[in-house]
Nanobody, 120 residues
Framework: QVQLVESGGGLVQPGGSLRLSCAAS????????MAWYSQAPRKQRELVAA???????NYADSVKGRFTISRDNDKNTVYLQMSSLKPEDTAVYYC??????????????WGQGTQVTVSS
């Protein structure tokens, strides 16, 4: 079994910053693309940022220049540095990863979500 555990959410004022972390654990062989998604109330879950195993990144237009995704392969962890936060960034943020287990089974794994609230 493999799992993702997120941390780092919270309440922040507009213009502030937060860093989200997501660590994978379990019987992991390798990890492919890792990504962050957001889901605001009454809206569909949408991609925020993704990073491949060789560090290619892509971002939603709404966060370009404000958010940075990175990963530490030694720690099986992906990060999302969020800056210049806006009220419209308020959402539950979910981590996602493509994981190959030690038995070569492939998993599309989701974290439990962490709430980010941007408000004065």
């Amino acid at each position: 079994q493999v799992q993702l555990v997120e941390s780092g959410g919270g309440l922040v004022q507009p213009g502030g910053s937060l860093r989200l972390s997501c660590a994978a654990s379990g019987y992991i062989g390798s990890i492919g693309t890792m990504a962050w998604y957001s889901q605001a109330p009454r809206k569909q879950r949408e991609l925020v940022a993704a990073i491949t195993s060789d560090d290619n990144t892509n971002y939603a237009d709404s966060v370009k220049g404000r958010f940075t995704i990175s990963r530490d392969n030694d720690k099986n962890t992906v990060y999302l540095q969020m800056s210049s936060l806006k009220p419209e960034d308020t959402a539950v943020y979910y981590c996602n990863a493509e994981i190959v287990g030690l038995s070569m089974s492939q998993y599309d794994v989701w974290g439990q979500g962490t709430q980010v609230t941007v408000s004065s």
